[in-house]
């Protein structure tokens, strides 16, 4: 048990008092933190911080809220669990900003959640400027989301989708046989079509291009499905014999159009992989009516400030506060009409919305971006924006590590986007590992020593300046020694990736050279265009030119028009370097899986070889089961309720659906038969229940799991569980883990590792660690670029691009190349600054 001391001068009721908090690996803490201050938990990756800030107080505040609420609205928050703590005095009500887990649901824009979208829109309804004889519209007829306002002929969409002849059969010298209409599915089904048509007496073994064009505008058009005896393997004649002979055919066939199987697929497909295959051979035309601007005509026709509100929407924020702020101005000499004063007032409102958005280094965001499209720091960050409009005071806002995404030449704007909260009365909880934000904080509460079981006690709970004594603190090594790391020679480059051509959101001819046979970060405030670079073109090009597809994280019910949105497909030409590089590994913040059926051991193949354990035991070689029986995602073993889920989908009136427990298997997944076999006295379901440590200790002395589990928990993943649904993994857990998964396969040849932002979510002891990874990685000769914003790390690495020098427009340049330090000695560099002080 931790002492308690009020520190003196502070009265006792300004604090939130936690008493016997045992959440996860929380060891019966007792600690008070201040309201109304700025507090920042710290500590080592699975330490107790979110179990403490999120899982403790977060969850309390959210408890007593939900008391408050009636009972059918609770039932909808079941699956929130009810803290392990004795008492909690002087907690606020509180709002969560989490960074999301597992990937946004829902088409939110960043115009919707920052209620801009619906600000403008009044704007347009009440102030806009009318052509004669059109009546005043309503604000809804402004949003193409409305069937009052969407354009009649796309619904919205701005774009028509559609098939023409040369996206289904892209080389028409092809016969049918040879699969001319690639956009037939492939396999035995494009067989069945093909063997139907030479029923039907189309010659299959003819170029594409010299069949009848009535022939081939039915093949690929026709919505008629005629069903006709197959006899596979024969000629037409042999068919036409057979059936005269009233032979039996192979089976009957189903005839599909080319253009309706496709438009079937792409709409009704449950497999992601079958959409997107449908989806890359149709085109999208730009609405011939709206021109892509998705509203009716009427809507379009009013304007402000001579645009209209699609036109205006297309701004970046930043450009849209311009012209407001101009409109306003042409304004201020006319009287006061009811005109007037709403567009001063609206104008007024937005203005200092946008505002806020843009000192939290927001303003190159659209307000039609997509949510899905943001990072999860960028996400947050408008929340939090939004947030500070909403009037609420009296409230513990809790945040999740706010800084990530963010250049160091950005937190001075977050600090004080958090000091606007403070000041409207709220309290503030941060769990944060940037040392520039520690620093900052009014109150450290430090989590630790170490992960999982080595954590779990508040070693400090203070002013910053207090945590220097506090020997056992991991933090304050890095808080109170910065300059702690030792000086490193940049290596020099085995060779140079060399591109130009580049095309992507704000890169606009670009050229750039990787050193190859090194580390190299990618540094530039975000929005200049690192990921556009990195995430997207560089990954796209080599991926094309190795002849690799890129995994796609298993994306789900992801936008599957991301492809043909107006960014369009990343581009970019390799004019040297490539016959180095033998393989491209992309190593993202994707979640690693999208449903609770994928975790942390199927995610890395640890379960394979945990299955075959279980299937050599006595009892289940007795019993015949063989390694599947132990899968819950084979039908043998596994609850039958929830197929082996643990939970099922609840769908929720108005609501997301949320995942339960299943009510059968209690979450265990397994039939109870299955769960008799033990190993050492466990059962498969009690392994998955062990965090990566745990494992580790209970199969030491088995080779194969447990050298999986040491590189685990090398990667500072030690605190995860088994079987740890992929949906409850942050994004830089589930980099981490793919990192983990990679370092563990001994691979052969020069390989080229493309990673994202890696530190996010990580101590700076755990970031020490990468590095240590990272430079195993470039010693056995491979390359690793990443797009960074951790300056400790940048300056570690043998080189630098820095982008920018801005964001969105201002940006997409490379701004400097070279070593850390000779970057960190270019002018101009936002950069520069920051490095320099990491420099030794
Ligand atoms: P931090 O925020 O410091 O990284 P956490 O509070 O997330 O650490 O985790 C602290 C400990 O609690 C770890 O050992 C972790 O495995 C455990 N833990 C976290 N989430 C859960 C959970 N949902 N169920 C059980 N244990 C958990
Ligand atoms: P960084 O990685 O440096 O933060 P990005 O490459 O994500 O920067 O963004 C560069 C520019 O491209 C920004 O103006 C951003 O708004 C824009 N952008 C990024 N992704 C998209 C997208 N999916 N759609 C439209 N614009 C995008
Ligand atoms: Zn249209
Ligand atoms: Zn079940």
Not at 154 to 183: K, Q, Y
Request: hydrophobic content about 35%; aromatic content about 6%; some cysteine.
């Amino acid at each position: 048990m931790s002492k308690v001391q009020t520190p003196p001068g502070l009265a006792a009721d300004s604090f939130v008092r936690v008493r016997g908090a045992r959440e996860h690996n929380l060891r019966d803490v007792n600690v008070d933190i201040p309201r109304d201050k700025v507090v920042v938990f710290t500590g080592v990756s699975g330490s107790g911080k979110s179990s403490l800030a999120f899982g403790t107080l977060y969850a309390e505040a959210q408890r007593r809220y939900l008391e408050s609420v009636s009972p059918y609205a609770r039932r909808l928050f079941q699956q929130m669990p009810v803290p392990e703590v004795d008492s909690v005095d002087g907690l606020p009500p509180a709002i969560a900003l989490q960074q999301q887990r597992g990937g946004s649901s829902g088409r939110s824009s960043v115009g919707s959640i920052t209620t801009l979208s619906n600000l403008l829109r009044m704007l347009y309804s009440r102030a806009g400027t009318y052509p004669a004889g059109l009546e005043r519209l309503e604000a809804e007829a402004f949003s193409p989301n409305t069937p009052m306002g969407a354009c009649k002929t796309c619904h919205g969409l701005g774009r028509i989708l559609d098939v023409t002849e040369t996206s289904m059969v892209p080389d028409d010298s092809l016969s049918i046989r040879n699969r001319a209409v690639a956009s037939w599915p492939t396999a035995w089904q494009g067989q069945n079509l093909r063997d139907i048509l030479i029923t039907m007496g189309v010659d299959v073994d003819c170029p594409w291009r010299d069949l009848p064009r009535k022939t081939r505008d039915w093949i690929l058009y026709t919505d008629e499905t005629p069903a006709v005896p197959v006899y596979p393997g024969l000629t037409h004649e042999e068919v036409q014999e057979a059936i005269g002979q009233k032979k039996e055919p192979g089976y009957n066939g189903t005839f599909t159009g080319a253009r309706r199987y496709i438009l079937q697929t792409f709409a009704r497909s449950q497999s992601a992989t079958m959409r997107k295959r449908a989806e890359s051979f149709m085109t999208a035309a730009e609405c011939p009516e709206c021109h892509g601007q998705r509203l009716n005509a009427d809507a379009l026709r009013v304007t402000f400030g001579g645009l209209n509100i699609a036109q205006l929407t297309a701004f970046p924020l930043e450009e849209i506060a311009i012209k407001l702020s101009d409109s306003a101005k042409s304004y201020q000499n006319e009287s006061g009409s009811a005109k007037i004063i709403a567009a001063q007032r609206i104008v007024a409102d937005m203005s200092a919305r946008i505002g806020v958005l843009l000192h939290l280094g927001l303003g190159y965001l659209q307000m039609d971006r997509g949510v899905q499209t943001l990072s999860p720091g960028e996400y947050q960050r408008l929340r939090l924006g939004t947030q500070i409009y909403s009037n609420l005071f009296g409230v513990v806002y809790v945040l999740d590590e706010p800084s990530s995404g963010l250049h160091p030449a950005d937190t001075e704007a977050l600090l004080e986007a958090l000091s606007k909260l403070k000041a409207a009365g709220n309290s503030l909880f941060l769990v944060e590992h940037n040392l520039d934000i520690i620093r900052q904080a009014e109150w450290i509460v430090d989590v630790g020593p170490m992960a999982g079981e080595a954590g779990g006690e508040v070693l400090y709970s203070g002013p910053p300046d207090g945590l220097r004594n506090v020997a056992a603190s991991r933090t304050r090594t890095y808080l109170f020694s910065p300059q702690s790391l030792p000086h490193r020679t940049p290596q020099t480059p085995t060779g140079w990736l060399k591109l130009n051509g580049i095309y992507r959101n704000n890169l606009n001819d670009l050229s750039v050279s990787f050193p190859l046979g090194v580390f190299t970060s990618v540094t530039g405030v975000s929005g200049s265009g690192k990921s556009s670079l990195v995430s997207q073109v560089l990954t796209t090009v080599v991926a094309q030119a190795l002849g690799q597809s890129l995994p796609d994280t298993e994306d789900g019910d992801g936008d599957t028009l991301s492809s043909l949105t107006p960014a369009g497909s990343p581009r970019g030409r390799i004019i040297s370097g490539l016959n180095e590089v033998h393989r491209l590994v992309v190593i993202d913040q994707k979640p690693i899986g999208r449903t609770p059926r994928s975790n942390l051991a199927t995610y890395t193949g640890l379960f394979d070889t945990i299955r075959k354990i279980f299937a050599r035991t006595k009892l289940a070689r007795e019993r015949k089961y063989d390694a599947g029986w132990f899968s819950f995602n084979i039908a043998k073993g596994r609850c039958p309720h929830c197929e082996g889920a643990g939970s099922v989908m609840v769908e929720l009136l108005f609501l997301p659906g949320v995942y339960a427990p299943c009510p059968v298997c209690h979450g265990s997944r397994y039939k109870p038969e299955v769960l008799e076999v033990t190993y050492r006295g466990k059962s498969i379901a009690d392994v998955l229940a062990m965090n990566v440590e745990e494992a580790a200790a209970f199969f030491a002395d088995d080779p194969a799991p447990s050298a999986a589990l040491l590189t685990l928990m090398k990667g500072g993943l030690g605190h995860l569980r088994l079987g740890q649904p992929a949906t409850e993994l942050s994004g830089g857990e589930a980099q981490r883990i793919k990192l983990a998964t990679e370092l563990q396969k001994q691979r052969r040849g020069h390989t080229l590792y493309v990673l994202d932002e890696p530190t996010t979510g990580l101590h700076p002891l755990d970031v020490d660690r990468l590095m240590d990874h990272l430079q195993e990685l470039v010693d056995s000769g491979n390359t690793v670029i990443a797009a960074e914003h951790d300056m400790r790390l940048v300056a570690r690495g043998d080189w630098v691009i820095d982008m920018g020098p801005g964001a969105g427009s201002r940006g997409g340049h490379v701004v400097a190349a070279g070593t850390p330090s000779d970057v960190a000695a270019t002018a101009g560099s936002m950069t520069a600054p920051f490095l320099q002080k990491y420099i030794t």
